[in-house]
């Protein structure tokens, strides 16, 4: 039985199992690196914990990403159903390492805004992206910064950094500090050879291999290629399977609408 990776517990269980497609997606959230290895403080800085406190004063759900003091990017599917003008509980952290202990370089706001992609579609995955404006600015320094944006079109090949702290495997356990693996960016072609071409997006780029992928809690957080954000981490078929790498949203597919809406 395939079991979904939850994004906030029932309410992406009902939205995941009334998809029509006929591949199992799932959802980052709740998850964590597969393969990878403990990063050092502030080796990424625009990295951020995406929190829901209505379920502890520090419960994870999904990652996100610093662009400007203010705005800040996900996942789409992070977001879904929440009151976007008002939202309720949940919180960015930035300049987090170990979500278990006070670093002393953690940076609490709370969301007070979400911008959804109005083209987002719950049920294939479509335009995966959301920002969210948080009521004070954070604090740039060594261990909070905004990430680079590529141009728009820009394609990347190579390997990709991955971070988070999503699970270690497929519903496996979860570290307290953050982790990132470095992976393969995969042709459009080979992805929608594995899995199916009505599944992969233009604005989708995948990357992975087996034994190194994000995995679940990982959502909405930061794939980059070089000095530049070239992914976020939206959906996968299990976590680091032989020929199913992981699939994120094309951030240069979407830079207009960032800049745009940011």
């Not at 939205?15 to 959230?29: D, E, K, Q, V």
């Not at 159903?81 to 960015?92: K, V």
């Not at 992609?117 to 954070?138: M, Q």
Request: charged residues 15%; contains cysteine; glycine residues 12%.
């Amino acid at each position: 039985m395939v079991i979904m990776k939850l994004l906030s517990l029932c309410l992406l269980v009902a939205s995941a199992l009334a998809a029509p497609s006929t591949i199992p997606r799932f959802r980052r959230g709740h998850s964590r690196i597969v393969g990878g290895t403990d990063a050092r403080p502030g080796q990424f800085p625009f990295q951020l914990s995406f929190q829901d406190t209505a379920f502890g004063s520090n419960f994870h759900f999904c990652g996100a990403i610093v662009y400007t003091p203010d705005t800040m990017i996900t996942a789409g599917h992070c977001v879904d159903g929440e009151n976007y003008d008002n939202p309720q509980n949940l919180r960015i952290v930035a300049g987090d390492y170990n979500l278990a202990s006070d670093d002393g370089t953690e940076q609490a706001r709370d969301v007070t805004q979400i911008i959804l992609h109005e083209g987002y579609d719950y049920s294939s995955f479509e335009n995966d992206i959301a920002l969210l404006k948080v009521g004070v600015a954070l604090t740039f320094n060594k261990y909070v910064s905004g990430v680079t944006l590529p141009a728009q079109g820009q394609s990347f090949t190579g390997n990709a950094f991955v971070s988070g702290w999503g699970t270690l495997s497929s519903g496996g356990p979860t570290p307290d500090t953050l982790q990132y693996v470095s992976v393969p960016i995969v042709s459009d072609n080979a992805c929608r050879d594995s899995y199916g071409a009505l599944e992969i997006f233009d604005s989708i780029v995948c990357a992975g291999e087996a034994g190194k992928d994000s995995c679940q809690g990982d959502s909405g957080g930061p794939m980059t290629c070089g000095d530049y954000l070239c992914g976020i981490v939206s959906w996968g078929r299990g976590c680091a399977e032989p020929d199913y790498p992981g699939v994120y949203t094309e951030v240069s597919y979407f830079v207009d609408w960032i800049l745009t809406n940011a």
